[in-house]
């Protein structure tokens, strides 16, 4: 145990230093510039790469998670990006971009410091496709879904979040059409002020949801406005529709559901302030928590958030700001399960040189199942 524990350590260690002493500008990193050159097919090419490191710590007070692995310490969301843009004619580029997910604990075997049957590594995002300034930009893969770009991402803006939204919190985002769609087709124009927004959701794989039922999404579709009312101040609308069907193959019971999202949020900058406020409704969308294909999913919730931070400056000690913030949610199941969920709490985010980050918030929570108040610190290096 202590070798493995030795191990990661110099790995992490060994990375955030090459990190810092190569790259203190705290960016992407650009590879290849595109710079095109009659003959020289590599001269249109950009290509970028980046990440994020986050080590973390989650403490539930009471006996909610007593032992977890989140508590002893775990990977909050390691991933490295790789973005590529290669220029074809005239305004048109083909793009590419992948996103690896890292559980560096599971990686390294780090016992009790992850979920049993973790990857060691996941596929976030992959996918491609051309972008123009005149027709817009359209992709196909798994990708973020218009809704998660246009509504969820304003109040995605601290750690302990997205409890209340749509992205995440269906059966699998990844398979829901909800947040990091796969096999979405995928376009996006700006019409003056207007961003438009617009997905198919292809027929998918089955999912198995660790239960014993199948859940395969059919299809389904997406449309967005992301409206910029000021050069701060951002108002976005979206819906999402989701063909599903459930089944149970030990008794070849099956449902065709028909699912639904509504969301519109606000994200405004002022100065240094930052604020967002977000809402939504979810038609057999939320889980009951039954095993059951006819009553698997609730008819009707809704969820809240918001978040209000200020940053001051500070420029010296090695730290750039500092932010303190207000942050909550509320999710109200309408019919098909008694539940309710209430969370407001504080926070405070440390930027400092090189990249480096801490974030620290303590959450209080009022819940239908009792959950506990959450204290947690999030170690951040990005490059």
């Known amino acids: 145990m202590l070798t493995k524990m030795r191990v990661l350590s110099q790995a992490i260690g060994l990375g955030l230093a090459v990190g810092s002493a190569s790259f203190a500008a705290h960016a992407e990193i650009t590879l290849l510039k595109a710079d095109p050159q009659p003959g020289d097919p590599l001269s249109r090419l950009n290509f970028t790469v980046g990440g994020s490191i986050r080590p973390q710590f989650n403490d539930m007070s009471g006996d909610g998670d007593k032992g977890s692995y989140k508590r002893n310490g775990y990977d909050g969301g390691t991933r490295f990006r790789f973005s590529a843009d290669y220029y074809l004619f005239d305004d048109i580029s083909w793009v590419g971009y992948y996103e690896l997910g890292v559980n560096i604990p599971a990686l390294f075997n780090w016992d009790d410091h992850y979920a049993q049957g973790a990857n060691n590594t996941s596929r976030r995002m992959l996918y491609t496709g051309f972008q123009s300034k005149t027709w817009g930009k359209m992709t196909f893969g798994q990708q973020n879904s218009v809704y998660y770009d246009v509504v969820g991402v304003k109040t995605d803006a601290w750690d302990y979040d997205m409890v209340a939204q749509a992205p995440g919190n269906g059966i699998n985002g990844d398979y829901d059409g909800s947040y990091r769609s796969r096999k979405m087709l995928k376009y996006k124009n700006t019409f003056g002020d207007a961003d438009i927004y617009a997905s198919y959701l292809f027929d998918d794989n089955e999912y198995l949801p660790g239960n014993g039922l199948r859940y395969k999404r059919k299809g389904g579709g997406s449309l967005g406005v992301d409206y910029h009312l000021t050069n701060d101040l951002t108002w976005g609308t979206a819906w999402n529709y989701t063909r599903a069907d459930m089944r149970n193959p030990g008794t070849e019971d099956s449902k065709n559901w028909n699912q639904n999202i509504y969301g519109t949020a606000l994200s405004w ?11 939504g409704y979810y038609q057999n969308f939320l889980t009951t928590k039954k095993v059951d294909v006819h009553n698997y999913f609730a008819g009707n919730a809704w969820g809240i958030e918001y978040f209000a931070g200020y940053t001051i400056p500070v420029g010296q000690y090695a730290v750039k700001s500092v932010m303190p913030y207000f942050m909550g949610d509320r999710l109200q199941y309408v019919n098909d ?16 040189d090189y990249g480096f980050r801490v974030d620290y918030e303590h959450v209080f929570t009022s819940s239908t199942d009792n959950l506990g108040d959450m204290n947690l610190v999030r170690l951040r290096y990005d490059f």
């Not at 969920?341 to 985010?349: E, F, K, Q």
């Open 269 to 279: 900058t002022p100065g240094q302030w930052t604020l967002s406020f977000g809402g």
């Open 337 to 352: 399960r008694n539940y309710q969920r209430i969370d407001n709490g504080v926070g405070v985010s440390f930027k400092l």
